[in-house]
C-alpha cells in the first residue's frame, strides 16, 4: 500500500474508531436523573419511571458564569427544572441552581415540590419539605440526592432526584441521555436539546442573573 493511501486509511480508522463523546468537546457532563416508585399495600412495584437528562460541560457553557455574588447582585446562576409529568403538570418537580462564590467555588442548591395522588388522596410535598445545599470546589464533586416519600396508609408513590457529574468517557455507559435544552440569560439557545416527545417527563435549563 502506498504511503499516501496508508495515512488516509489509518485516518479514516482513528475517525471511525474514536468514541463518540469526543465530538462534543467536552470532558464532562450535568446528569439529571428523576426516579418515581410505587408501593401498593406494602409492596414495591419497583421503578416506574427512570429518566436522565444531561447537560455537557463545554467552554461555552462554563463562559457564561459571568459575575460572581457581590452586595447589589446575586450573581450569575444556572437554574434547571423540571422533572414533572407531562400528564400532570401538579406532580413531583425538581429546582436545581448552580453558581459560583466568591472565591471560585461552586455553590449548589436543589429543591422539590408539587402533589401526588396516592389512592385517592392528594397530598403535598411541602409536609415535609427539605432543601438541599452543597458547596463544591470543583463540578467533578457533584453528586447529590433528594428524595420525596407520599403515603397514605398502605400505598405511597417515592420520588427521587439525582445530580451528579459524569465524565464523557462513562456518559454513554448506561445507554443514551437525552441533552437539556439550555438557554443563555438574554434567552437565547446555548443548546437546542434533544427531541424529547416520546419521554414522560420533562425538564429546561437556563442562565439567570441574580
Known amino acids: 500500500m502506498k504511503p499516501k493511501t496508508l495515512l488516509l486509511f489509518l485516518l479514516t480508522f482513528i475517525a471511525i474508531s474514536l468514541p463518540a463523546y ?3 468537546e467536552t470532558n464532562g457532563f450535568l446528569v439529571f436523573e428523576v426516579s418515581r416508585y410505587t408501593s401498593a399495600e406494602g409492596h414495591s412495584g419497583g421503578s416506574e ?6 447537560v455537557p460541560l463545554t467552554e461555552e457553557f462554563l463562559s457564561n458564569f459571568k459575575h460572581v455574588p457581590c452586595q447589589s447582585s446575586g450573581g450569575t446562576g444556572f437554574c434547571c427544572s423540571g422533572g414533572n409529568l407531562k400528564t400532570d403538570e401538579s406532580s413531583t418537580r425538581f429546582t436545581w441552581w448552580l453558581g459560583k462564590t466568591a472565591d471560585n467555588r461552586w455553590s449548589i442548591h436543589m429543591w422539590g415540590e408539587g402533589f401526588e395522588k396516592v389512592s385517592g388522596l392528594l397530598l403535598d410535598s411541602k409536609d415535609p419539605s427539605v432543601t438541599q445545599c452543597l ?5 467533578e464533586d457533584l453528586d447529590m440526592s433528594y428524595n ?3 403515603v397514605n ?9 439525582v445530580a451528579k457529574y459524569v465524565t464523557a468517557k462513562d456518559i ?19 443548546f437546542k436539546g434533544d427531541d424529547s416527545r416520546n419521554y ?11
Not at 419511571?49 to 444531561?54: A, H, P, T, V, W
Not at 454513554?172 to 446555548?190: C, M, Q, T, Y
Request: glycine fraction near 6%; charge should be positive; include cysteine.
Open 148 to 150: 420525596f416519600s407520599y
Open 153 to 161: 396508609k398502605y400505598d405511597s408513590i417515592g420520588v427521587s432526584f
Open 200 to 210: 414522560p417527563l420533562k425538564v429546561s435549563c437556563i442562565f439567570q442573573e441574580g
Open 172 to 190: 454513554d455507559n448506561d445507554g443514551p441521555i437525552p441533552l437539556a435544552p439550555v438557554r443563555k440569560a438574554d434567552h437565547s439557545e446555548l
Open 22 to 24: 469526543a465530538a462534543v
Open 135 to 139: 458547596t463544591i470546589r470543583k463540578l
Open 49 to 54: 419511571i427512570k429518566q436522565k437528562f444531561k
